[in-house]
């Protein structure tokens, strides 16, 4: 008996454990899209002014000298 105790009780701590875990990572992808998001506008407002600023093509949209 003791031993089927011993693994309810581990099996019951994994299981919040790994609910908890899911909490943690539900919120960090909640928390990622948001920042995509805004690095998303921070890019494009960042090309608008420099394309105001010289008429040129925006840096971001370049690709680098190596490719």
Known sequence: ???STH???QIAHLTRTVEELSDI???QETELALA?????????REAGREMDAGGTVP???????HW
């Open 7 to 9: 693994l309810e009780e």
């Open 36 to 44: 995509q998001r805004r690095l998303a506008m921070l890019m494009e």
């Open 25 to 27: 990572v539900a919120r």
């Open 59 to 65: 840096l971001a949209d370049q690709k680098p000298p």
């Open 1 to 3: 008996m003791a031993d």
